[in-house]
């Protein structure tokens, strides 16, 4: 079952994210404290902690927690999520995929140590339902 491995967010954006021990989603808003509170479609990023890990081993170096710009990371996802599918994490939040990346040619201003992993392996999503959530709470595709 894929899981939760970490929660980040910041409160500017095209800046590093911290990680956090829990946070709040906000209906139709994203995470509370994030630059991306209150964004129309691309409320909260989202990267697969596999694609991480792969970096890491070319990059030969670690990417801390929302050291991509990421809010979350969570392992055991498939590779392709499609638009309109549904992420459930833990008891209440429900998030729903908008998009894969980025269009072509759209700009993309932050990178870690030269590292940019969002605009092609990140996905973006809307908050559906709010609640809390932290690291360690089951995730459940729809």
């Not at 729903?96 to 999503?125: Q, T």
Request: charged share 25%; aromatic share 6%.
């Amino acid at each position: 079952m894929p899981e939760l491995v970490a929660i980040c967010a910041g409160p500017e954006r095209q800046k590093p994210k911290s990680a956090l021990r829990q946070a709040s989603f906000i209906e139709g808003m994203g995470i509370k404290g994030d630059g991306h509170f209150g964004m129309r479609e691309r409320q909260v990023s989202l990267l697969r902690s596999e694609d991480i890990l792969e970096a890491e081993n070319s990059a030969g170096f670690p990417f801390p927690p929302g050291s991509l710009a990421e809010n979350l990371v969570i392992a055991g996802l498939p590779e392709d999520l499609s638009p309109g599918q549904t992420i459930r994490i833990g008891e209440s939040v429900i998030l729903i995929v908008v998009e894969k990346g980025k269009k072509p040619g759209e700009p993309h201003s932050y990178d870690y140590r030269g590292w940019c992993l969002l605009p092609e392996k990140g996905y973006f999503l809307r908050v559906e339902k709010g609640g809390e959530v932290q690291p360690g709470d089951p995730v459940i595709l729809a």
